[in-house]
């Protein structure tokens, strides 16, 4: 399986913007890069993915690396309510499951 | 509203029972997920299933079984041969095993006593 590394936790500020990163180093070039965030006592949910390009929508900004090796998932403006843990999975076509790390706790401040 | 439904949200059990956990999707979505959680770590799969009546081991299927006898529905039962049963766990649904995100459940609490 390819694995991604996250830092355990990340403290920001509210209404500042977080960058979270992901290394990816043995992506392979069909392996799109998913993100998804857990509120406490919650099933994970979808924020972003990509492949190539650099993304965005409504919730965040993800940046890839031009080699794909990292991958940076960016909030614009920190809120409380975006205090979650955040995974950074690899979906690789035609691997059937998708595994997860430990992700990224990230707290924000008031 | 279309999604995942996960139930019981909470359950008790005896050491030594088997429980069986229900996951239901309205998302006609053909690949179907179970994770198991411990508090402060993250998702472990348990069972996958691509499409009806098949299904494969996670990396951690040892005293869990599933069935996929309808697409919408994908149980999971925790046997008396898990040794430590007791976890968060979450089932979640993908449109195929190659093509969409994953839409979770909102996870059934299991504590064996």
């Known amino acids: 399986d390819a694995k991604t590394t996250q830092p355990n936790s990340m403290e920001s500020n509210e209404e500042e913007p977080v960058h979270l990163p992901c290394n990816h180093s043995t992506i392979s070039g069909t392996d799109y890069i998913h993100w998804y965030r857990q509120l406490p006592s919650q099933g994970p949910e979808y924020v972003i993915h990509?492949?190539?390009s650099n993304v965005n929508n409504r919730m965040a900004s993800l940046a890839i690396a031009e080699d794909r090796k990292s991958s940076t998932l960016i909030l614009h403006r920190a809120t409380l309510r975006d205090a979650a843990v955040y995974y950074c999975i690899l979906r690789v076509i035609n691997a059937g499951k998708s595994t997860f790390g430990d992700g990224t706790t990230l707290t924000v401040k008031p | 509203d279309g999604g995942i439904t996960q139930s019981p949200k909470y359950l008790f059990r005896k050491e030594g029972q088997n429980v069986t956990l229900s996951c239901e999707q309205n998302l006609n979505h053909d690949a179907m997920y179970w994770y198991r959680q411990d508090p402060g770590q993250g998702l472990r799969l348990i069972y996958y299933?691509?499409?009806?009546?098949?299904?494969q081991k996670g990396d951690i299927a040892e005293g869990y079984s599933v069935s996929r006898e309808k697409k919408e529905s994908f149980p999971l039962t925790v046997t008396s041969a898990q040794k430590n049963p007791t976890a968060f766990y979450l089932c979640a649904s993908r449109r195929t095993v190659n093509t969409g995100e994953l839409f979770f459940g909102e996870g059934s609490r299991l504590t064996v006593l």
């Open positions: 990509g492949l190539t």
């Open positions: 299933s691509q499409i009806v009546n098949d299904f």
